[in-house]
């Protein structure tokens, strides 16, 4: 018997060593940790138990069955851990405590018996056979002992009732069972202790061993262990994703942990957790809880038995929305960098372009002005080298937009003639002088006005033309356009193409020619012009109007680029056979700087621009047409020149400093006593990257011209926003002024000429061919009243007076640049002011003689005076309404002020600046309500009538 206890206790323990290893290696998840948990506890009770079996004193005895409590007590607490996790249930917090509380309190109930009596009121130690047999009476905690280890039992027994109730799953339903039955067992062993059979035999070590072995098989049959299922459950509560499962009442019938982790308030209210999670899912909307993000997404079960319930899985996006974070973060430094990038190249190309303009403006006045054919040759040579490093430059910016993303198809309506007839004049002048044939095949249907991106077509159609015309030395270039109808019925299909017989490309070299910067066939083609950039860019700007640039192309033979077209249809009408009407500018051939000249000197123009080079050249260029220019170096000057007089058309430079020309033209429209509301404004652009009309007419600009001006391109809008009345094709005569700059006359002034008049120093004199017009008029009309002043002055003896009237004829005459009369009347006013000093010093007989020579000499200026009313009468008595036109209207205010000054001047006896205020009146075309009162005023200052003028402007 008592070997067959020894041999019954080294079994249990062998059994439940084995069993903790296989745990123990097998060990995965919580669930798994806690039966291991179980099998140490055990492992230590038997080992106790065993080493109970060999001990020979009492004292030795009892430590080991402390010892064995130490296991006993760790069983039963982790065996409903066990049981509660395997079952998914949540052991309140309250629970765990207070069974941790009763556990070590047993403990230390037990380790204190031998003194207190409380678990063991007593016992004592009998030695039978060698054998240890323990007798005690149960003290008052044994029997609670026994209670809690039943409510436990009981406990585990109930949670694994209910967990089997709502348990699908066959294999863990069979799992509970079988550990329900090694729970009973051992309740029911735990009865056995009790009964007088236990006193010689601990029947717990029994107990536990059956259900062990129970567990085990339970555990193991039923692949507790088994990976997938462990795995699973390994992720639902321990990964950072979080599951909630609804019913299909759509209540919570499960969460993990995670989800408890982000929502605490779930087991409490969790309707609040349900509707929290539904709103961030209708909003897309991150969960953010302790530095992380969370994204929920709503699940539906594909297994036809899961198909009412709802699973929502939470996933931890931290990572992904920090690294989207990241990236939008690079993204702005990287948008940062390009808009410097941008603006460096803006800035760049002002700054390179800025200078090439002075020097292609000073070399088109080269061109202009000079009649030295070897000097033109080199100017020539200076446009051509300067226009294509322009060339570059657009290439480069137009590139480095494309890069930037920043090029915008733009589509406006447009007359495919003009687009056609543009080319040709563009390219054809460049075949000739090749000596290739340029032959144009334009299909004759094709609707005239189509809609598209004008601008970007005819730059990529010049790129293709320009190349072929490049790469080809012999034989021919032919553009030609098709046209079909579309299936949409409001637009057509343009197919484009233009074909050479040049140089061709080599097979292996087609990959790399949409390439930027890159140039094929160096060797061969180092001696043509490229950047390498041109198909780069035109391919972009294809692809940006939906369409595919196509190269056909055999070595040496010949290329044919080409690409199809959709368009909108503006008018339906056909542009029918295509002859080309345009001017080509043959440089070598008809000289485009002899293009008839244009003249306007009625017309005044503003310019501004902030390098004074810039506007140096435009007056200079402008010289000819005998304009009136008037200048501001910024737009501060300019809102301040618009408010002063009304001009026929303003140049606006679109880069300017402090404010540039966009806003100042906005400032403009809201400047008050704008005089220029309705003036065309033209953009003046250096800069490629804007260059487009459109931009320029949709921010209210007339026109836009690019930089630097040519003559041809000024002339051209000279003539288109110039009104009608004021420009003139006449061809002008050309002379040189006292600083041998040319001073343009009109016909009607030329008309003057040999007539008494010197026309230019009247120009010169008179500050302008309409000042000098409008002059030339009102001292004919002052002529006799004039020499009838002198005379009845000189006959009065009013020597005094004499002079004051000589002086002012001598002042008018040479206003007008009658040279000869003026220095008649100036020899007069000497002799009178040397005649009035001799009287004042009582010299008669100096004053005498002086008089003497008075009325010599009198007579003569007078005839000759009073011929100027024949000398001046050229036909056209009336002032023409185009001058009185040409002249800038003054305000009723302005006038005024202008009377008033003279009033003042006229009190002052001032007549030098009564003059100067009548001279810069006439300047101007006066109200219909002033013109008689200027007309009197204008008789009474030729008469230095002071009362009179002070009398007129009384009112004033
Ligand atoms: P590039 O400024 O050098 O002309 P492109 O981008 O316009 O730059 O063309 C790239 C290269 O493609 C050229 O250098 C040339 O070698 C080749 N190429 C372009 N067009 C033709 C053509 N019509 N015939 C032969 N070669 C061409």
Redesign the pocket.
Known sequence: MDNLITISYFAIFATVLYETVLVFRKMRIRTHFYLFMNCMGMLICNLAVLIMQFCTTDELYFYALLYSWLGKVWVIIATLYFVVNLCKYKVPQFVTVIESIISVSMLIVIITTRKTGLFYANYDVEFVDGMALFNYTKGPFYISWLINVNILVFTCIFVLVNSMAGEKSKRKVNQYKMIMVALISESLVGVLCVLPIGRYYDFNQIGFLICAIIIIVATFKNNLFDIETATKDYIVDDLSSGVVALDKYGDIAYYNRMIEKVFPFIEASPQDAIDHIHWLIERNQLLNVENKSYRFEEKQFEDERFRDMTIFAMTDVTAYYNHLKDMEKQKEIADEANKLKSFFLASMSHEIRTPINTVLGMDEMILLENKDPEINQYAKRIQSAGKTLLGIIN?ILDFSKIEAGKIEIVPVKYDVLELINDLVSNTQSLANDKGLSFEVDIDSHIPRYLIGDETRIKQCIT??L???I???EKGKVCLTIGYSKDASPDSVCLSVS?K?T????KHE?MD???T?F?????VR?RS???????????KQYVDKMGSELCVE?EYNK??T?SFLLRQLVGGWEQIGEYKFDGNVYDDNKTDKYSVETFYAPAATVLVVDDTENNLFVFESLLKKTGLNIETAASAKQMLKMVTERKYDIIYLDHMMPEMDGIEALHAMEKVSGNMNMTTPVIALTANAIYGSRDFYLGEGFSDYMSKPVSYATLKASLEKYLPPEKKSHAEPIEVYNSNDEIVVISDELAAYEGRGIDVKTGIENSGSGVILLKVLKDFRESVEETANTIERELKKREMKNYTVHVHALKSSARLIGAMRLSAMALNLENIGNEYLNAVKENNTAKSDELLADIEEFTPGLLTYLRSFKELLDVGEDEESESTAEALPKISHEDLDEMLAAMKEFAQAFDMDNVDAVMETIVTYSIPDDKKSLIEELKKAVRNIDYDLIISLLSGV
């Not at 043509?528 to 950039?533: E, R, W």
């Open positions: 290439d790129n293709l320009t190349n072929a490049k790469y080809t233009v050479d040049g140089i061709g490309i070299d790399k020619l949409f930027a890159d140039r094929l066939d160096v083609n043509i012009k490229g950047t390498g950039l041109g198909l780069a860019i035109t192309s010949g290329s680029f």
